[in-house]
C-alpha cells in the first residue's frame, strides 16, 4: 500500500491538499487556474510511484488530459476578459469555462480518459482521483454556472455513468463509471447549494472510503476475484451493505443525500429529470447487486488452501462504518419529523 511515512509521498500529498486551497480561496480566475496546475503536477508523481504496470501510461493520459483542459481554462478566462461587455460571447465563454472544469473532474461527455486512467492506478490513488480531485473543479463550476448546459451534463453524467457501468468486469472501471453516475447528483446538488452539495460529497467520500479499503485489504480488481474467495461471511455481508448504500437505497445513508436533491427537484417541478436520475440510480444498484448476489451464491465455493482473515482491529472499523451506513437512515430521518 501506500506507506505515507515516505517524504516525497507525504511532501506531494500537502501539495495537493495546498493547491486545492489555492484554488478555492483565491479571488482572481488567474489564482484558480495556478492552483489547478500546481495540483495537477503534485498528483502525477503520486501516479507514477505506485507499483502497477499501468501507473506510467496513466501518468502521461492524465498529464494530457488535464493539460487540455488546463489550456481551454486559461484561454476560456482571458477571453472573458477582453471581451467583458458582450453578452453573447460571454454565453459561450461561460459554456466553454463549464467545458473546461467538467474535463477537469472526468464528467460526461469528457468521460473518456477517466475509467482508463482508474485502471491504472492503486486504490488510494483511485480514491483521491474519485474524491478529491472533484472538490477544485465542482467549486470553480458554482462560481460561473451555465444553467441550461448544466441540465443537459446532469442528464448525461447519470445516463453514461449508469449504462457504462453493466458491461464492467473490471471493479475499479465499475467505481468509476459509478462516480460519473454520482457526479451528475453533485453537480445538481451544487445548483441548490454549496452546503448540500458539502453534505452529498461528505458521504460519498465516506462511503467510497469503505468500499476502497475493503478492496485494498482484499486485493481485489475483478469482479470474478469477489467469487472465488473464500471469504469472511462478515467481509461479504459489509461489501453488501456498503453497496446498496453507494447506489442510494432506502434504509441506508446514501439515499439521504439523494432524497433531500429528489425533495427539492419535486418541489420544483423537475418532474423528467427527477424521472432519469432515479432511473439511473437504479442500473447502478442491478449491477451493485449483480456483483453481491454472486458473491453469495459462490459462498460455498471452498478451497482448503484459499482462506483470507483480517485483523481484528481492520474488522472493528468496517464493522462500525456499516453500523453507520444502516442506522444512519434511520437516525437521520428526525429530520424530517
Request: proline share 2%.
Amino acid at each position: 500500500m501506500y506507506h505515507l511515512l515516505n517524504s516525497n509521498k507525504m511532501f506531494f500529498m500537502f501539495i495537493l491538499f495546498f493547491s486545492t486551497m489555492i484554488s478555492i480561496s483565491s479571488n482572481s480566475w488567474f489564482g484558480c487556474w495556478i492552483g489547478l496546475e500546481i495540483n495537477l503536477l503534485s498528483f502525477i508523481p503520486l501516479i507514477s510511484n505506485s507499483n502497477n504496470l499501468f501507473s506510467s501510461e496513466a501518468a502521461l493520459k492524465y498529464f494530457l488530459t488535464q493539460s487540455i483542459a488546463s489550456m481551454n481554462f486559461l484561454f476560456s478566462i482571458l477571453m472573458k476578459m477582453i471581451l467583458m461587455k458582450n453578452f453573447e460571447m460571454n454565453y459561450f465563454i461561460s459554456i466553454m469555462i463549464n467545458s473546461s472544469l467538467l474535463m477537469k473532474m472526468g464528467s460526461a461527455p469528457f468521460h473518456f480518459w477517466f475509467p482508463n486512467i482508474s485502471e491504472g492506478l492503486s486504490w488510494f490513488n483511485n480514491f483521491i482521483l474519485m474524491t478529491w480531485q472533484k472538490i477544485t473543479p465542482l467549486i470553480l463550476l458554482s462560481y460561473y454556472l451555465n444553467y441550461d448546459y448544466m441540465y443537459l451534463i446532469i442528464i448525461m453524467n447519470v445516463m453514461i455513468g449508469a449504462i457504462g457501468g453493466l458491461n464492467q468486469t473490471s471493479l475499479r472501471k465499475l467505481m468509476s463509471f459509478s462516480s460519473i453516475n454520482n457526479l451528475g447528483w453533485m453537480i445538481f446538488s451544487i445548483l441548490i447549494s454549496e452546503n448540500l452539495w458539502i453534505f452529498y460529497f461528505f458521504f460519498y467520500s465516506f462511503l467510497i472510503s469503505i468500499m476502497f479499503f475493503l478492496f485494498y485489504i482484499l486485493n481485489m480488481f475483478f469482479i470474478d476475484q469477489l467469487f472465488i474467495n473464500n471469504m469472511n461471511f462478515m467481509i461479504k455481508l459489509n461489501l453488501f451493505i456498503n453497496f446498496l448504500s453507494l447506489g442510494g437505497l432506502p434504509p441506508f445513508v446514501g439515499f439521504l443525500p439523494k432524497w433531500i436533491i429528489i425533495n427539492f427537484l419535486m418541489m420544483n417541478k423537475f418532474y423528467l429529470l427527477t424521472f432519469i436520475m432515479v432511473m439511473s440510480s437504479l442500473i447502478t444498484i442491478y449491477f451493485y447487486i449483480r456483483i453481491i448476489y454472486s458473491s453469495f451464491m459462490f459462498n460455498y465455493f471452498k478451497m482448503k488452501w484459499f482462506k483470507i482473515f483480517l485483523k481484528n482491529n481492520f474488522m472493528i472499523f468496517i464493522n462500525l462504518f456499516s453500523f453507520i451506513s444502516v442506522m444512519g437512515m434511520i437516525l437521520s430521518t428526525y429530520l424530517y419529523m
